[in-house]
């Protein structure tokens, strides 16, 4: 069943990346920061937690993250550019995948496969159902 799939070359950083950030949040002052700042920022503030420093950090992290993927998106399983690669709304999609995972990291994988396998397979059943209507 998925051994015919084909993957983008962006999966394996993508999981990588998922499980990278999953441990750096919980494991390192970096996340603890970032959490604490995210919780409550006048909070962070009191216990000693620049907040302004811990947003752009935390910003420039995600813009990298999103960059990143973007790129590989956009050049696709061929390694070139489209021509409509990125006018296909990707970013709605993400958010729903975001939402459905309680954005924690690994929920976000599961929730990304069963959101694929969600809009694959209605298309893919509208067709069996219209073959068997005839």
């Known amino acids: 069943m998925f051994w015919d799939a084909r993957l983008q ?8 990346g998922c499980c990278d950030h999953l441990g750096d949040h919980r494991k390192t002052t970096l996340g603890y920061k970032l959490k604490a ?28 993250l999103a960059g ?31 939402l459905i995972g309680s954005s924690n990291p690994i929920g976000c994988i599961f929730a990304g496969l069963f959101y694929g396998a969600m809009k694959y397979g209605g298309s893919k059943l509208s067709i069996v159902k219209r073959l068997q209507r005839w």
């Open 9 to 16: 070359t962006g999966d394996h950083p993508g999981r990588c």
């Open 37 to 64: 700042v995210g919780f409550n920022r006048n909070g962070a503030l009191y216990g000693g937690i620049n907040s302004d420093a811990s947003v752009l950090t935390a910003l420039s992290i995600s813009g990298a």
């Open 68 to 98: 990143l993927g973007g790129a590989v998106q956009i050049l696709g399983m061929a390694g070139r550019l489209s021509q409509f690669a990125g006018q296909e709304g990707y970013g709605f999609q993400g958010i729903t995948v975001a």
